[in-house]
T-cell receptor, first 117, second 111 residues
C-alpha cells in the first residue's frame, strides 16, 4: 500500500455544478478524515468516519456538502451547487485508532484542488 | 475553542539551523504534531510529541515543548534547500479525532 490516494487531483467547475471527490485510505486504517485548506491557511477539519459511521461534522460543513463511506473503505465528498467560496484544496487523511489510543497519527493524501469559476 | 498560532515566514541560509515556533491554547492537548507541505502537495508528518515530554529528537529534527507557556518549537539542524516548504504545527483534541492546525510557517532556505 502506497498511502492515502485522492482522485481527481484537480477539478475545475462552473458555479452551480455538483462535484464529487474520492479518497482511498491506507488499507488497514479504520478512521478517515476530510479537511479543507484555503490559500494561506492551515487545513480545517470538515468531518470524520470511523469505519462506515460518520462520527463528527464541523460547522464548516454546510448542507451542500455530504460525505459517505459506505463500506468502511473509500470515501466520497460531494459538493452540490458549488460556489466560488468552495475553491480550496480538499485533503483526506486516515488513521488507525479506536478512540482510546492517543497516538492516532493521521496520514494525509495529496489533496484535490477545486477551482469554481 | 482551540487556536494554534505560528510565525508566517522564516528565511535561513543552507547549513544554518532553523527554529519554527508555535503557540497553542488548548491545555488538554495530548499530542502535538509538525507536518511539512511542499508546493501543491499534501501534508507529510514530520514528528510529534506527547504532552508529558519536553523534548524529542529525531535525526535533524528537535522538538521542544514548554507546556506551562503552551509553546512548541521545531529545530531543523543543518538546514538544506530541500527543507524549503510550509511547516504546520497541529494539536489534537481530547477525543483524538480532530487536528487543529496553525496557518503554517513558510521556510525558505537559500544556498
Amino acid at each position: 500500500d502506497t498511502g492515502v490516494s485522492q482522485d481527481p487531483r484537480h477539478k475545475i467547475t462552473k458555479r452551480g455544478q455538483n462535484v464529487t471527490f474520492r479518497c482511498d485510505p491506507i488499507s488497514e486504517h479504520n478512521r478517515l478524515y476530510w479537511y479543507r485548506q484555503t490559500l494561506g491557511q492551515g487545513p480545517e477539519f470538515l468531518t470524520y468516519f470511523q469505519n462506515e459511521a460518520q462520527l463528527e461534522k464541523s460547522r464548516l460543513l454546510s448542507d451542500r456538502f455530504s460525505a459517505e463511506r459506505p463500506k468502511g473503505s473509500f470515501s466520497t465528498l460531494e459538493i452540490q451547487r458549488t460556489e466560488q467560496g468552495d475553491s480550496a484544496m480538499y485533503l483526506c487523511a486516515s488513521s488507525l485508532g479506536h478512540g482510546t489510543n492517543p497516538q492516532e497519527t493521521q496520514y494525509f493524501g495529496p489533496g484535490t484542488r477545486l477551482l469554481v469559476l | 475553542g482551540e487556536d494554534v498560532e505560528q510565525s508566517l515566514f522564516l528565511s535561513v541560509r543552507e547549513g544554518d539551523s532553523s527554529v519554527i515556533n508555535c503557540t497553542y491554547t488548548d491545555s488538554s492537548s495530548t499530542y502535538l504534531y509538525w507536518y511539512k507541505q511542499e508546493p501543491g502537495a499534501g501534508l507529510q508528518l514530520l514528528t510529534y510529541i506527547f504532552s508529558n515530554m519536553d523534548m524529542k529528537q529525531d535525526q535533524r529534527l528537535t522538538v521542544l515543548l514548554n507546556k506551562k507557556d503552551k509553546h512548541l518549537s521545531l529545530r531543523i539542524a543543518d538546514t538544506q534547500t530541500g527543507d524549503s516548504a510550509i511547516y504546520f504545527c497541529a494539536e489534537i483534541d481530547s477525543g483524538y479525532s480532530t487536528l487543529t492546525f496553525g496557518k503554517g510557517t513558510m521556510l525558505l532556505v537559500s544556498p
